[in-house]
């Protein structure tokens, strides 16, 4: 139980009465889109606290608000479901919430629960199950501007009295509705009702079927249908949807996010790039050198900016994704994607976190929370890593700018340009191909079922896309964090102890720890074609895999600010093979040099098992890559 | 999968179904696109392997409005092996994959539509 709860909880029972009131505490329950959480949105503004529920990797959104007539509420924005009968670990935190039986949660005092006002058939079952659990709730018909404009008459006061609960009608992106909902909300919480047994448990089949048909009686009795039914979204589909047109639809969809990833976040992030320089640059000219300047400077300001420099790109993913799943496309897209990704045994769901995972694979895993069933999840959770991220491309385009001539290969095509695709195709196809063999070879299990509601086609909603870009960056930034900063300071420790002894000549690193290991290892990494220096710099690009570019340059000892990356590329062109440079590249591809991915896997599986499941696999596919590129290019004159 | 599900790609959702129903009674597995009707029964057992019990898949189809008694057109297919399939059910629009369509027999309609066409028709209300 956190504490701010625990004291909340037990204060109000002594002291109800008196002023001022504990916060009172409400839920919000309710089908997938049917604008809950833009309802929670309206109603909690930025007061919102993200975090996980103790013990699960479930998003835990929590909001302040003050009612019109001054009591305090804390808001759970809890999971959408169909059903109580929970599937997902995300729907089980829905049904102990409600229940009231969720480890260190006090039981709420009010379900609100949100309705899609033109979609009511699905809820009016989940609303009966919510009134067998006996906790006081309002029924929030939102999005009723829309009910109106198709025509759509429901009987509320008929509907309030056979479901037994109040009922307002919001328009959360308007904000309507809302000092109603709050008043009916308050008047339940303060009648106290000596809260009556839960009399829920599971519904079999047939009970379900029984609340179908008793749902389907109150529709009937209560809904008149749409004189002006939604017609657009069937339109809109016959072409979305279309086999081939939407398929081409969304792969132009997906280049032109991808052009906007990489193109739109250029200047922003070479801006933080050039901050975060210029900080490194300025302590250590400012500090007396030691120990403590080289710790602030490179371990810790490096570090906070290798985070920071991803944040451009991961907000304009972010921002296509949710554009996407505001407007109801998403849906769309993992029904176009599911036979394509199911070949390869994947979920149609895991193509959002495979996509995410071109711009960093962090935020790719933790978006596998979707994906109901956990083997579907933790194979892509294992090939995402394999997804080109951002991180790589420093190192791609130092080797293919030293190694690749810029040669024009049939009339147009860049030879350069065609190797980078070449290492981008390596990585997709190299994920499809172990995901099968995972699904295929070691979980032959039998496919979870694909069933998803395809919402009506909307607007987003501006504010409410940029409150939610804003809480997706907030929540990266926080787990990122805490888990690179503290891998950038063990890795500024390896490469920087012990010192070098007096009177050394190479550069310092060579007498680090990770530069001894590096030296150690180098033999290992002999067959394929590595030389030492190349090993040393794999393991402080342990932390991130653009990191290697710096410290090829420490370990050649490059010097200069300026024109580091072209006196770097000369440099290396004279002291490694292209056999060499081609093996680097194939390691690249493979290789599981980024801890914080490991450490994030772990925090997602909440085991050590599959970290090490990931690294083992993918250091054997790397050196595997590289022994046969390595071997083949030598073969072919280029050693 | 069941040898019955199995769609060819010379597969015509017009033609004689596999278990010769005459009532006109299929699995949604085999329609295709503007097939409608009225779902007849709901069962968890697909024909597929599936990773979830029968009873589970039931409760799952039930609790995405697959009930007897509601209306069901086919909308879309994918491209490949024309899965998996949109249907709207009431008046709800749904995606599955044809192994779990499996489970949902469907009293079909004589005539066929056009594929993609919208429906404003509400069962008697």
């Not at chain 1, 739109?264 to 120990?291: E, Q, R, S, Y």
């Not at chain 1, 420099?309 to 972010?318: A, E, H, S, W």
């Not at chain 2, 697909?46 to 209306?71: D, H």
Request: overall charge neutral; hydrophobic content about 50%; aromatic content about 8%.
């Amino acid at each position: 139980m956190t504490p701010d709860i625990g004291v909340a909880a037990t204060v109000t029972d002594t002291s109800r009465k008196s002023q001022p009131l504990e916060p009172a505490r409400v839920a919000l329950v309710g089908n997938p889109n049917s604008g809950k959480t833009a309802l929670f949105n309206a109603l909690t503004g930025s007061r919102q606290k993200v975090a996980n529920y103790a013990g699960v990797t479930v998003e835990r959104k929590e909001g302040v608000l003050t009612a019109p007539s001054g009591r305090q509420m804390r808001v759970l924005d809890l999971p959408g479901t169909y059903s109580l009968r929970a599937r997902s670990p995300d729907e089980a935190v829905t049904r102990d919430a409600v229940l009231g039986r969720l480890a260190g949660e006090a039981a709420p005092e009010a379900l609100i629960c949100v309705a899609d006002a033109t979609n009511l058939r699905l809820v009016l079952r989940l609303v009966l199950e919510l009134k067998q659990v006996g906790r006081p709730f309002v029924l929030a018909l939102n999005m009723f501007d829309i009910a109106q404009r198709q025509g759509l008459r429901i009987d509320l006061e008929r509907l309030s009295k056979e479901l037994g609960a109040p009922i307002v009608t919001t328009v959360a992106t308007r904000k309507r509705g809302l000092p109603d909902l709050l008043e009916k909300v308050e008047g339940l919480v303060a009648a106290q009702k000596p809260e009556a047994e839960s009399v829920w448990r599971e519904p079999s089949a047939a009970e379900i079927r029984a609340a179908h048909a008793e749902a389907q009686r109150i529709f009937k009795a209560c809904v008149k249908p749409p004189e002006r039914p939604d017609t657009v979204t069937g339109k809109i589909d016959g072409v979305l949807l279309h086999p081939v047109a939407g398929l081409l639809i969304l792969l132009t969809l997906l280049f032109v996010m991808f052009q906007a990833v990489f193109t739109w976040a250029t200047p922003a992030m070479d801006g933080i790039d050039a901050g975060f320089a210029a900080l490194v640059a300025f302590t250590n000219a400012h500090l007396p050198h030691g120990l403590l300047t080289s710790f602030i400077a490179d371990g810790l300001i490096a570090g906070v900016g290798s985070v920071l420099v991803f944040l451009p790109q991961i907000l304009i993913l972010f921002f296509f994704i949710l554009m996407l799943e505001d407007s109801g496309y998403m849906a769309r897209a993992a029904f176009l994607m599911d036979r394509i990704m199911g070949g390869a045994g994947l979920h149609g769901r895991a193509f959002i976190p495979l996509l995410s995972s071109f711009a960093c694979a962090i935020p790719g895993i933790m978006s596998t929370r979707v994906i109901d069933n956990r083997e579907d999840r933790l194979t892509t959770i294992l090939v995402a890593p394999l997804m080109t991220c951002s991180a790589r491309i420093p190192v791609y385009t130092l080797i293919i700018g030293a190694f690749i001539p810029q040669h024009t290969v049939a009339g147009f095509l860049s030879l350069q340009g065609l190797v980078m695709f070449g290492l981008y195709a390596s990585g997709i196809v190299s994920a499809l191909l172990v995901s099968f063999v995972i699904r295929r070879v070691f979980w032959r299990g039998a496919v979870e079922p694909f069933m998803m509601e395809l919402p009506t086609y909307r607007w987003p909603e501006p504010r409410n896309v940029l409150m939610n870009l804003l809480t997706r960056a907030r929540i990266f930034m926080a787990r990122a964090g805490r888990i690179i900063l503290p891998l950038m300071v063990l890795v500024w420790v390896l490469s920087t102890f012990p010192y070098p002894p007096e009177g050394a000549t190479g550069p310092a690193i060579d007498y680090s720890i990770a530069g001894r290991v590096g030296q150690f290892i180098a033999p290992l990494m002999a067959p394929i074609g590595f030389n030492w220096q190349m090993t040393v710099a794999l393991i402080p690009g342990m932390a991130a895999r653009e990191v290697a570019v710096a410290v090829l340059g420490t370990v050649y000892a490059v010097s200069g600010e300026d024109g580091e990356t072209g006196a770097l590329s000369t440099l290396l062109k004279n002291q490694w093979s292209l056999a060499s440079a081609l093996s680097f590249l194939a390691w690249y591809v493979f290789a599981p040099q980024c801890m914080p991915t490991l450490g994030v896997v772990k925090r997602e599986t909440n085991s050590w098992v599959w970290p090490t499941v990931m690294f083992v696999y993918m250091v054997s596919l790397a050196y595997l890559a590289s022994f046969v590129t390595y071997h083949v290019a030598v073969a072919l004159g280029a050693g | 999968m069941s040898e019955a599900f199995v769609l060819s790609p010379e597969f015509e959702p017009v033609a004689v179904d596999p278990t010769g129903d005459p009532a006109g009674v299929r699995p949604l597995a085999v329609a295709g696109p503007g097939d409608r009707g009225v779902i007849v029964k709901v069962t968890g057992v697909s024909g597929a392997a599936e990773a979830v019990a029968a009873e589970e898949l039931e409760r799952r189809l039930l609790e995405m409005g697959f009930v007897e008694g509601a209306t069901i057109e086919v909308l879309h297919q994918g491209l490949f092996g024309r899965d998996p399939i949109a249907v709207r059910v009431d008046d709800t629009r749904v995606a599955l994959r044809r192994r779990e369509a499996g489970a949902v027999s469907v009293l079909f309609e004589g005539g066929r539509r056009e594929a993609g066409a919208v429906s404003v028709k509400f069962d008697g209300r």
